[in-house]
């Protein structure tokens, strides 16, 4: 388990990371950042909205938190529930979100075998 701190100020708090992740994890991670991938694709970087790329990462973020404790947001927290705004606040706790698991992705990608 990893304990992560929220450097977003309007959701405080902590969240818990498997770590390490099973495959069902890594491939839930990875199938949303296809979906990303292939929204931006579609509709072009500069039309792109937002909120569609943050809401297709959530089904693979989830999948990889084994616990919230974060303030302003649902007790159960589901890719439906999920806080869209402040859009300012709940994108930059994507991306950080979205951050911290790829790096853990990385990270164990990276290192030897012993």
């Known amino acids: 388990m990893r304990i992560i701190e929220s450097p977003v100020e309007h959701f405080k708090g902590t969240v818990q990371i498997s770590d390490p992740l099973t495959f069902p994890q890594v491939i839930a991670f990875q199938d949303a950042i296809r979906e990303t991938v292939k929204l931006i694709n579609e509709d072009g970087r500069d039309t792109i909205a937002l909120a569609k790329v943050h809401y297709a990462l959530l089904p693979g973020i989830l999948s990889c938190v084994e616990k919230w404790d974060l303030?302003?947001?649902?007790?159960?927290?589901?890719?439906?529930?999920?806080?869209?705004?402040?859009?300012?606040?709940?994108?930059?706790?994507?991306?950080?979100?979205r951050d911290e698991i790829t790096s853990l992705v990385i990270e164990a990608e990276s290192v030897p075998n012993e």
């Not at 999920?82 to 709940?90: I, K, Q, V, Y």
């Open 71 to 97: 303030e302003n947001m649902p007790k159960k927290l589901t890719a439906k529930n999920f806080p869209a705004t402040p859009m300012t606040a709940s994108g930059e706790l994507v991306d950080w979100l």
